[in-house]
Nanobody
Framework: QVQMVESGGGLVQEGGSLTLSCTTS????????MGWFRQAPGKEREGVSC????????YYTDSVKGRFTISRDNAKSTLYLQMNSLKPEDTAMYYC??????????????????WGQGTQVTVSS
């Protein structure tokens, strides 16, 4: 089973920054759109940001626009999420997964069998 390995989470004060990374060695990385999702306690998992297979197009949910930046390095099979100006409401477990090429816009239809263990982001006020 292909799994993603997420890293880079941690505890940070409000207004701080973190950079998340996601890598896999078992997927033809540049065949797929990729995305970051998060799930806070008691809430459903939501799409945060997604990127097309070639990195040219991106999607952000409204609450993170202007603060988060998604990128990918296909040569390294690695996905990134630069998070700036973090807020307490960004606190969640963050996951990455692959998506069909056409699904980066809106982060729709993620492949559920690629979820990793996630990385915890906690923002204190």
């Amino acid at each position: 089973q292909v799994q993603m390995v997420e890293s880079g989470g941690g505890l940070v004060q409000e207004g701080g920054s973190l950079t998340l990374s996601c890598t896999t060695s078992e997927l033809t990385f540049d065949d797929f759109a990729m995305g970051w999702f998060r799930q806070a306690p008691g809430k459903e998992r939501e799409g945060v940001s997604c990127i097309s297979h070639n990195g040219r197009r991106t999607y952000y949910t409204d609450s993170v626009k202007g603060r988060f930046t998604i990128s990918r390095d296909n040569a390294k099979s690695t996905l990134y999420l630069q998070m700036n100006s973090l807020k307490p409401e960004d606190t969640a477990m963050y996951y990455c997964t692959a998506l069909p090429r056409s699904s980066y816009d809106g982060c729709s239809n993620p492949f559920n069998y690629y979820w990793g263990q996630g990385t915890q982001v906690t923002v204190s006020s």
